[in-house]
């Protein structure tokens, strides 16, 4: 029963490439969550999506960044242009509901981005 | 928006001691609190949590309580060992959305 799920595991990017993490949800799951986290700080939400759909992106940046979970395959977290500022641990998260009893987010090991 | 603090940001232990983590939140919409354990190099796990119609759980050596008056939430651990330094989160949420404290360093002297 394979967990969350995110590739690549580490990313190395220099100042202006295309950065792409990939997240596959845990079994079942059809909602799936980005998170930020810099060294030494806990983690800031960035978008929430269903299959198809952003629910809440008020977290992610109006530029450069964007969001996607197709209808098949994994969700895709894509930064252009990318920056030194955006050097970060990024997390993906999924649950079996938005919300009530079954709304318990389990994350992945995330993607440890370096901007050159 | 919601607001949580977390203290201390770091804890120091002897192994078989017990070790407390707080954190207080602020919006009293917020009925969910998870806390989470994160290793080096890894994703949080989720280790337990709490909604607001409880005002303790407990999971063998874990316990959290929860004071919906006060706006404050604890995390216990009995017993440590030292598999239990990581890093622990805690977070509230009142819809969807989580909101983390910035994080517990616990190390646990062997």
């Known amino acids: 029963n394979a967990g969350v799920m995110q590739n690549p595991r580490h990313l190395v990017r220099r100042r202006g490439q295309e950065a792409r993490l990939r997240c596959s949800p845990m079994?079942?799951?059809?909602?799936v969550y980005w998170y930020r986290q810099l060294p030494e700080e806990g983690l800031k939400f960035m978008v929430y999506?269903?299959?198809?759909?952003?629910?809440?992106e008020s977290g992610m940046p109006k530029e450069r960044f964007s969001a996607e979970f197709p209808k098949e395959g994994p969700s895709i977290l894509r930064i252009q242009q990318v920056v030194r500022g955006d050097s970060a641990a990024y997390f993906c998260a999924s649950s079996l509901s938005g919300t009530g009893g079954q709304g318990e987010q389990y994350f992945g090991p995330g993607t440890r981005l370096t901007v050159t | 928006g919601e607001n949580v603090e977390q203290h201390p940001s770091t804890l120091s232990v002897q192994e078989g001691d017990s070790a407390v983590i707080k954190c207080t939140y602020s919006?009293?919409?917020?009925?969910?609190f998870p806390w989470y354990k994160q290793e080096l190099g890894k994703g949080p796990q989720l280790i337990i949590d709490i909604r607001s119609n409880v005002g303790e759980k407990k999971d063998q050596r874990i316990a959290v309580t929860l004071n919906k008056t006060a706006k404050h939430f604890s995390l216990h651990i009995t017993e440590t060992q030292p598999e239990d330094s990581a890093v622990y989160f805690c977070?509230?949420?009142?819809?969807?959305?989580?909101?983390f404290g910035r994080g517990t360093s616990l190390i646990v002297h062997p």
């Open positions: 999506l269903q299959k198809e759909n952003i629910i809440d």
């Open positions: 977070a509230a949420r009142g819809s969807y959305i989580p909101t």
């Open positions: 079994k079942g799951h059809s909602h």
């Open positions: 919006d009293s919409a917020s009925n969910y």
